[in-house]
């Protein structure tokens, strides 16, 4: 039996999904409901290509109470920039959670996932950075450190932003263009631990497989978000960072024990207080969080399915009210 | 960087992927290519919906050769048929294998699955039935019966076709298309040991979960190929048969012993002739299959996303070629 199918290019998505409150909310609810047990969020399917340097992952999660469920589809081809191809594509499937049928084909080359993981970001700046930031400093220059920027601002809205990379002309690059975007003050930062003790809430992004920031930069009051270690070579924070905070929280504890800080934390033997709290049990007070204003916070992203999910139905919805994408009778 | 892909409907499909030696060519050169090693096929990605009566499977699968490379998303949702839906729905990505670009979408409703197995079956067929086939049974009555059987006769011209069926007014239903379709006699038989005793190729196409092949039918010179088993509840062949065939082999021993008749033999202590061959290393002549006219065979097809990769590969050429499908700048 036909039915309609919309398809969205990335070129039409970027128009119509912008990252914004209603974004945040959204993957917001998603985290609550993964705190619940009641999403089904399987392993993510994983497949390597050696003889093209490529690999593939798939993730997909259930959340009870979206009307649709996303299965995400994300290639990594390493030799393409060598002939002018980005390395990560992909896209994202729309299902209805009560039929099965596809109801959306997302053809976004990541974009979806850029937007939902510094959405993440937000929730975690929203339920664990000090209620008054007044500077935000970000590790790392990439796409991710000028998104989690602009998404943490709409939550904590601070007037200056540093930013330090290892190469100090593409901080600055990236430092222009938060001023340009956010109309704030932004300014390359040269030394990493002048940054940490300026802010009050720090983002790192980076692959970084060794530590970028040292646990005797911590002071009181400030929150620190991870969101650069998605695989178990990658770790940015000095593991005793984890121990030392007075709350460290999980998007989900079962990813970060292998792909998050948590592994390098429990590695090093440095993590000693049995199961933390995840970011949607923060989200609901069923777990603990910042509790004074002085409390040292870290939050953990890995990154979960059920953000895919989230984004993806919350995107349909807004394609459907533009009139935008083609449709398909199939 | 924008690029192009195909996007193909269920209808666009069935006017251009037809069941033919072409298809049953490209999927014997997948079983040969899992059969040499290279293949690299990752565990299914499996999630349930229970409150939706539904699940959803992801089947992926790399092989070197084939220029792209298949994701398979099926979801079943069993409450579907009370709201006039069909249980099974679904699609298929075809990515570049050298870059990781998405290719083709094809929105095939399980179309192309279904040819891609009935092509597996006259691979089996080929290779493992006795050169002369005059009449060949169904034990079955569903889409894959009908399709099984026109796959085949592609491979062994019979004269004759007996379907048999829990219900004999579907048999005769099924007997009357086969009929109709390849021009020959056929039709229904109410028993099945007369079915078997009349044959020299059976297929078993049921979701059985109690054999419905029974092990004192056998009788020199006959082929079975069994494809309706692909859950670990599933079971059509008595479990003694496997060990008194001549030669038993599998699509994927992995596979076949959690989802297959392998799995029914083992535990039911009834397998004792240690790793059996797989369909390519029959292909390639590794493995040991028929030797000569009076062997008993048998073959355990549950289903590979090898196939799938060469189906949907073949499937973007076929459609390049007669220029079907929408193309969309993505």
């Keep these: 039996m036909a039915h309609e199918i919309s398809i969205l290019t990335e070129a039409e998505l970027r128009k119509t999904v912008k990252l914004d409150l209603t974004v945040i909310d959204t993957v917001e609810q998603a985290f609550a409901a993964l705190a ?8 993510i399917l994983s497949m390597e290509i050696p003889q093209a340097n490529g690999e593939v992952d798939v993730k997909t999660a259930y959340i009870p109470g979206f009307d649709g469920f996303a299965i995400k589809v994300s290639p990594g081809f390493f030799d393409n920039p060598k002939i002018g191809l980005p390395s990560l594509n992909g896209l994202m499937i729309l299902f209805s959670a009560k039929t099965g049928l596809v109801e959306a084909l997302f053809l976004d080359n990541g974009y979806l996932t850029d937007i939902r993981t510094a959405a993440a970001g937000a929730v975690a700046a929203r339920h664990m950075a000090p209620e008054t930031v007044e500077t935000a400093g970000v590790i790392g220059t990439g796409v991710q450190a000028r998104l989690q920027i602009e998404a943490a601002h709409l939550v904590r809205p601070f007037r200056k932003v540093l930013v330090w990379g290892r190469d100090l002309a593409n901080a600055e690059r ?14 390359a930062e040269a030394d990493p631990a002048r940054l ?3 802010s009050q809430l720090v983002v790192t992004t980076t692959p970084s497989r060794e530590p970028v920031l040292k646990a005797e930069w911590l002071h009181p009051g400030l929150h620190i978000t991870a969101m650069g270690s998605d695989q178990s070579g990658k770790n940015e924070l000095d593991p005793e960072i984890l121990d030392e905070a007075n709350a460290y929280v999980c998007d989900r504890v079962s990813q ?12 090093a033997g440095l993590w000693t207080k049995g199961k933390p709290a995840e970011l949607g049990q923060v989200i609901s007070g069923a777990g603990k969080g910042r509790t004074s204003a002085g409390d040292i916070t870290v939050c953990d992203l890995t990154g979960t399915g059920a953000q895919d999910t989230a984004i993806a ?9 533009a009139g935008s994408g083609t449709v398909i009778t199939a």
Tied chains: 1, 2.
């Design 196 to 198: 940490v003790a300026e």
């Design 36 to 43: 619940s047990g009641e999403v089904v969020m399987p392993p």
């Design 174 to 187: 990236c430092a222009a263009d938060i001023a340009a975007s956010l109309g704030i003050e932004a300014r």
């Design 256 to 267: 970060c024990e292998k792909l998050g800080e948590l592994r390098s934390a429990i590695e």
């Design 313 to 321: 139905t919350l995107a349909r919805r807004l394609c459907i009210a």
